[in-house]
């Protein structure tokens, strides 16, 4: 009877036993529970609140990224005027080389010396230089007309750009000023172009500074050279023979800078060109100028003057053939080829 009772005091101890070990992993699992919806409640929290924030971060980019396009698109607008998208398979260029020197009203206003559109067309990155006599007479749009070279004084690069875009009928995209001693040193960096001086050039203009003499003959013109070679008219072709000197000499210097000797001088060249030349084009084009580059073609580039005629009561004012520009313009832009290539960015 006594085994019997102490038989089952030990079972009632096992159960009791049991029982609080039972209640004690209950208590472990319901602690355990709560830490694990803590630390997920953390993370939830954590992950919500990071999500929100880079939610309203990239919004917030977003609308500065629009903002600041939107205000580089009115600053374009501003300085070119509205471009027709059916120029978009082009890349024109209007480059402006500025003389400091004495200008027609012997003032100290500065003036567009070389004036000239480089066309490239994106598809196969051939190259087409309008050139435009400096003593070209526009009636300007602006009511400020006289002499392009003139014009700069009036209302810069911008205002030459909506000027020449009217006349020639097509869409600029961009513009690039250069004063001739920065035109001067960046020949100087690339070693001086090659080429043939088709005759003696003798002319001095104290007024202005200037000092031309060079031998008829084949050469190798350092920067001052260069710029002197460009800036000489003769008596005799005026500016129709100033404009194939420009012409010709672009074409040399083209060859020169796709010699395999550039490519070492190309740090030097990206510096004047960050740190000395005036252009319009801003971060937002760097991608698009890059691939324009990169697909420029070995081909020598295609010259072509700006129709026209001498005034013959002012034999140094050439006036605009509006009719014949307009014919050009069609065979170097045909209504076939505009904007019928997809223009990669």
């Known amino acids: 009877m006594a085994r019997k009772s102490a038989k089952t005091s030990k079972t009632r101890d096992n159960i009791i036993r049991k029982r609080k070990l039972n209640r004690r992993r209950r208590r472990i699992m319901i602690v355990r529970l709560t830490f694990l919806l803590i630390v997920f409640g953390a993370i939830l929290t954590a992950t919500v609140y990071v999500g929100y924030a880079l939610y309203s971060w990239v919004g917030n980019l977003y609308q500065d990224y629009s903002r600041m396009y939107q205000e580089y698109a009115e600053r374009q607008e501003s300085v070119r005027g509205a471009v027709d998208p059916r120029f978009d398979s082009y890349t024109n260029v209007l480059v402006l080389g500025i003389d400091a020197g004495a200008n027609h009203g012997n003032t100290e206003e500065q003036e567009a010396d070389t004036v000239m559109v480089v066309s490239m067309d994106n598809r196969t990155g051939r190259l087409r230089i309008i050139t435009i006599p400096p003593d070209t007479w526009l009636e300007s749009r602006t009511g400020a007309s006289g002499r392009v070279s003139s014009l700069y004084a009036v209302g810069g690069a911008p205002?030459?750009?909506r000027e020449i875009s009217s006349l020639l009928g097509i869409s600029i995209h961009q513009y690039i000023t250069l004063d001739m001693q920065t035109f001067s040193?960046?020949?100087?960096?690339?070693?001086?172009?090659?080429?043939?001086?088709?005759?003696?050039?003798?002319?001095?203009?104290?007024?202005?500074?200037?000092?031309?003499?060079?031998?008829k003959g084949y050469q190798t013109l350092s920067g001052d050279m260069a710029q002197k070679y460009l800036r000489y008219k003769s008596s005799d072709l005026g500016d129709v023979g100033r404009v194939q000197r420009q012409q010709k000499f672009v074409k040399a210097l083209y060859a020169k800078i796709l010699?395999?000797?550039?490519?070492?001088?190309l740090p030097q060249i990206a510096e004047?060109?960050?740190?000395?030349?005036?252009?319009?084009?801003?971060?937002?084009?760097?991608?698009?100028?890059a691939n324009v580059l990169r697909r420029i073609s070995s081909d020598p580039p295609v010259g072509i003057m700006l129709p026209g005629y001498e005034d013959e009561s002012s034999p140094d004012v050439w006036i605009p053939n509006h009719a014949g520009i307009e014919a050009r313009m069609r065979e170097l832009f045909p209504a076939s080829e505009i904007n019928s290539g997809e223009n990669e960015e």
Do not use: C, W
């Open 185 to 215: 040193d960046l020949i100087d960096i690339l070693g001086g172009v090659d080429i043939y001086v088709e005759e003696d050039m003798n002319y001095d203009d104290p007024a202005a500074e200037l000092s031309i003499h060079l031998k």
């Open 272 to 289: 004047i060109f960050q740190k000395r030349m005036n252009t319009s084009a801003e971060i937002f084009d760097s991608a698009h100028l």
């Open 159 to 161: 205002l030459l750009v």
């Open 259 to 265: 010699q395999l000797e550039t490519i070492p001088k």
